[in-house]
């Protein structure tokens, strides 16, 4: 063979064997990983090294704050205030009932504990889209657990003792406050959604108003509109229960919101499903409740949870009417004087940034989870 | 007469009650019918009830000496009368509300970018920051900074300071106060006058890159020239400018700027906040730009700054700007959560108004006009930006 290219001496054949190429740079493993997501130019570079160091500035207090300097064991401040370098785990171990319950008479809390095994019963299978009887679980949501939790709660009957509202309080209050206003706002904002659509003008102008006035002033005035005007209103001798007025307030609230929302949805259905259903002789009702609003409520889902989440973070508000839930339950008990150090309220208000994240991370997954599953086919 | 016509006009058959123009009339002369019946029992029993309790409706309580000893922006002494304390409490909500709107932009933009850089720690920095920021009360955030932070800073005596001017402790933050001289006017008008010539020079340059296609740095030439004019006429009229440096004493900090631990944690938690849902708000909106976009732009020959300045963000902000909008609106309504911590706001100096008059009616009347004011006043100014970088159509 290399004879006969000698002989030939063809130009374009080549003479002797060609040196290998150096391997090429790692581009996969952790080095090549590295290479391509944090060092790929200068710039990228620069800013690692400033990411790297903001990252450690942040992790290393907070682990130490929060683990290795951390107070783990104590009766009362004694043991805190020996080491205010760290955090002070023992007051929120030495008050997690109180953060959970509140004032709910010890005695009677396994209502309390009834309450959470019932809520979520309630609300998994209806989270699951593949769980069966949709129907008899939103009856279960809407009619009887509220019901039957509010019968249990506040007791009064058949041996159960009256326990007063007053009492309640912590993680228990701001679900029970959270659960009614979302079971209620849902079907008033339906309501809204539908009137701010109507072609008649006298409803739809009270809608709009309704709804534009809610959303358009903060919380906390609807609140004290509700815990001061309210009695104001109401024809004397009739009074209100503190926390049914904070109810009131932060449902008609709400509302307002998921008003907006379920809008958008009927305002995505095709007009082809509403000229569909008069077609087919369908009446008003029929129409909405059969055709229009499983689609419009179907698309909203994630909207319609982003508006849970916002509710359940305004719940913190009700304080504003000396109503005690989580977070105000925890911040009352920071001017104990038995726990007060300097580090009690960093721990406190981590416990709660903590119960509040779990609960809203929770949700906002879950609405992305719904949003991926209705989303089939559309992405890239 | 068509058919249509014939079937609107006379149905001989049909119950009138089954009209669509009857019921319509029906349902809505009911509706209007029971609403006015229901405000006017509340007016019925307000006015019996408030008879009761000897309590004089009417706005004649805002011109009564409020005795009130409170820190706000406005001046405000124990001799001046609840308007205008009211008013005091409108500008510090005012202050608080604008000051978050612009630091929330600035952060809320940056974050928003980072979270779809290449560089996956800074996306990761990025992420972290939004998901724990989004999913807790902001009550919490405020409650952070002013029980957990500032109230954990040294006391004024060892504060943290940065030279002899500026410091931090847990009585707030103290920074040098510029005093104006009077001639500092002139100064003033040299930069409103140094914008207006920027921005004909602005005018005069894209006039004639169309007409020539030749650009100019017109950027550049205009902050020059406001940077020139205004500098000449700061040292022309004598630089009528000093600084009153906060002076320590042995226990507090006085004279100088200061802002408060209240102010402070507000602003803070506010604009932190809130800067979580822009980020969000901006990622998604550079998102929606479709990446032929970006193709077409490099295609161009565009330059990767010049393609983000001229092609992506003019689009990404049609999709920005109205849930931005609603963030503002977030941050005027949120800043009421002032009364937590003692700010002077609307809100609180109206409880503190109700508290000894007891004109519930009308202190909710005046919280609900003017935040419902703030509101309208900034959906209409994002509304006429809105329209200026909304899609012109055919």
């Known amino acids: 063979m290399s004879d006969i290219q000698a002989e030939t001496d063809l130009f374009f054949v080549r003479q002797k064997v060609v040196e290998p190429m150096p391997p090429p740079t790692r581009s996969s493993g952790l080095i090549g990983w590295a290479r391509a997501n944090l060092f790929g130019s200068v710039f990228d570079t620069i800013l690692s090294i400033v990411g790297i160091t903001v990252a450690l500035l942040i992790i290393i207090p907070l682990v130490k704050w929060a683990l290795i300097d951390a107070t783990w064991v104590g009766d009362n ?12 785990w023992a007051f929120i171990h030495a008050n997690i009932g109180q953060f959970i319950y509140g004032r709910y008479p010890d005695p009677e809390r396994w209502r309390v504990n009834l309450f959470f095994l019932l809520l979520v019963a309630g609300i998994v299978p209806m989270a699951i889209p593949s769980a069966p009887f949709k129907q008899l679980n939103l009856l279960y949501i809407f009619i009887i657990f509220p019901v039957v939790s509010g019968l249990l ?10 326990v007063d509202t007053e009492v309640w309080g912590g993680l228990f209050l701001t679900l029970v406050v959270s659960y009614v206003g979302m079971a209620l706002s849902l079907p008033f904002g339906i309501l809204l959604a539908l009137g701010r659509r109507s072609e008649m003008p006298g409803v739809r102008a009270v809608c709009v108003a309704i709804i534009e006035v809610a959303r358009g002033v903060p919380l906390i005035t609807v609140l004290f509109m509700a815990s001061v005007m309210l009695p104001l209103f109401l024809p004397e001798g009739v009074n209100f229960d503190k926390l049914l007025r904070a109810l009131i307030g932060v ?11 379920i809008r958008g949805g009927l305002q995505a259905v095709p007009k082809g499903q509403y000229e569909g259903a008069k077609a087919m002789g369908l009446n008003y009702w029929q129409m909405t409740r059969l055709i229009i609003l499983p689609q419009a409520i179907r698309i909203v889902i994630p909207g319609i949870v982003n508006t849970f989440i916002g509710l359940f973070k305004d719940t913190s508000l009700v304080y504003i009417i000396s109503i005690f839930e989580l977070l105000s339950t925890i911040r009352n008990s920071l001017a104990d004087p038995v726990w007060a150090t300097s580090t009690t309220p960093g721990t406190g208000l981590a416990f709660a940034a903590a119960v509040f994240w779990i609960f809203c991370f ?3 997954q879950y ?12 992405k890239r | 007469m068509s058919v249509a016509d014939a079937g609107r006009t006379s149905s001989p058959g049909v119950n009138w009650l089954y009209k669509p123009a009857v019921r319509q009339f029906v349902i809505q002369a009911a509706l209007v019918v029971a609403i006015l019946g229901l405000i006017a029992w509340l007016v019925h029993n307000t006015a019996v009830n408030l008879a009761d309790r000897h309590i004089a409706s009417g706005f004649g309580f805002l011109n009564q000496r409020s005795s009130f000893d409170i820190v706000t922006f406005l001046p405000l002494t124990a001799e001046d009368s609840y308007g205008r304390a009211i008013l005091a409490g409108l500008v510090d909500t005012i202050i608080v509300s604008v000051l978050a709107i612009i630091i929330a932009t600035i952060v809320g933009v940056l974050v928003g970018i980072a979270r779809l850089s290449s560089n996956w720690l800074i996306r990761a920095l990025s992420t972290v920051y939004v998901e724990t920021l989004r999913n807790i009360p902001p009550l919490l955030v405020i409650l952070f900074w002013y029980l ?13 300071t940065l030279g002899s001017a500026i410091s931090l402790s847990n009585r707030g933050f103290y920074m040098p106060k510029p005093i104006f001289g009077a001639p500092f006017v002139w100064t003033v008008g040299a930069f409103a006058i140094s914008l207006v010539v920027a921005y004909f020079v602005k005018r005069w340059a894209s006039a004639r890159q169309m007409r020539t296609g030749t650009p100019f740095h017109s950027f550049w030439a205009g902050l020059a020239i406001v940077v020139a004019l205004t500098l000449i006429a700061f040292v022309a009229t004598g630089a009528p400018l000093s600084f009153e440096v906060p002076v320590k004493t042995r226990f507090n900090v006085n004279g100088g700027l200061t802002l408060s631990p209240e102010f402070t944690s507000l602003l803070l938690a506010l604009a932190l906040y809130t800067a979580s849902f822009i980020a969000e708000i901006v990622r998604a909106g550079i998102l929606a730009v479709s990446h032929g976009q970006t193709e077409a732009a490099r295609a161009l020959g565009l330059r990767h700054g010049t393609t983000l300045r001229l092609v992506i963000l003019p689009q990404a902000l049609r999709v920005i700007v109205p849930p931005l ?22 809100v609180a100096v109206g409880q503190s108004v109700l508290n000894p008059t007891g004109q519930a009616i009308e202190v909710v009347a005046i919280w609900m006009t003017f935040y419902l004011g703030l509101s309208i006043l900034t959906s209409v100014g994002m509304n006429i930006f809105n329209r200026r970088i909304a899609l012109t159509e055919r």
């Open chain 2, 148 to 160: 957990a932070v500032i109230a954990a800073l040294p006391s004024p005596r060892d504060a943290i």
């Open chain 1, 251 to 261: 449902s008609l609230f709400a509302s307002a919101y998921m008003a907006e929302v």
């Open chain 2, 325 to 346: 909008t609603s963030e503002y609106l977030n941050i005027i309504k949120n800043s009421s959560l002032a009364v937590a911590v003692g700010y002077a706001d609307l």
């Open chain 1, 77 to 88: 401040r004694e043991a805190c205030a020996a080491n205010t370098a760290g955090a002070c």
């Open chain 1, 153 to 162: 709660l506040v007791g009064g009957f058949a041996g159960l003792p009256e």
């Open chain 1, 362 to 364: 929770g949700m906002s």
């Open chain 1, 367 to 378: 609405s992305q989870y719904t949003e991926r599953r209705l989303n089939t086919g559309h």
